[in-house]
């Protein structure tokens, strides 16, 4: 199977070099819409917390995690180590200013 990338990285790039950030106050977990209310019940009750100091710190990737905010946010509700794979550079510089680790990945096809 042929996979072509339809984004070019110079439009990615651009993107998060320019980003406004958006001003938004979290109220309880992730989200503050209904909707995503819900999702962040279900991580709550599906997913374990990291709790076990004797243990390793579990792991969370996120593939394309841009700046890396709903990554970190998420690995800090489970207590969970943060990695990101991004295409973008300009994210991945911007991921690294909240404290994770991210990869920056290129494109082969």
């Known amino acids: 199977m042929d996979i072509k990338n339809l984004h070019k990285l110079q439009d990615w790039e651009s993107y998060?070099?320019?980003?406004?950030?958006?001003?938004?106050?979290?109220?309880?977990?992730?989200?503050?819409?209904y909707d995503i209310f819900l999702?962040?019940?279900?991580?709550?009750?599906?997913?374990?917390?990291?709790?076990?100091s004797n243990k390793a710190q579990p792991i969370i990737c996120e593939i394309g995690s841009g700046n890396g905010k709903l990554l970190k946010?998420?690995?800090?509700?489970?207590?969970?180590?943060?990695?990101?794979?991004?295409?973008?550079?300009?994210?991945?510089?911007?991921s690294k200013k909240i404290s994770y680790n991210s990869i920056k990945a290129t494109w082969t096809a």
Not at 16 to 33: E, H, M, V, W
Not at 43 to 50: E, R, V
């Open 73 to 94: 946010k998420m690995a800090d509700l489970l207590g969970y180590k943060p990695y990101g794979i991004e295409y973008s550079k300009e994210a991945a510089k911007k």
């Open 39 to 52: 999702c962040d019940s279900l991580i709550d009750k599906y997913l374990p917390k990291y709790k076990d």
């Open 16 to 33: 998060y070099r320019n980003a406004i950030p958006l001003q938004t106050k979290l109220k309880a977990g992730i989200f503050t819409s």
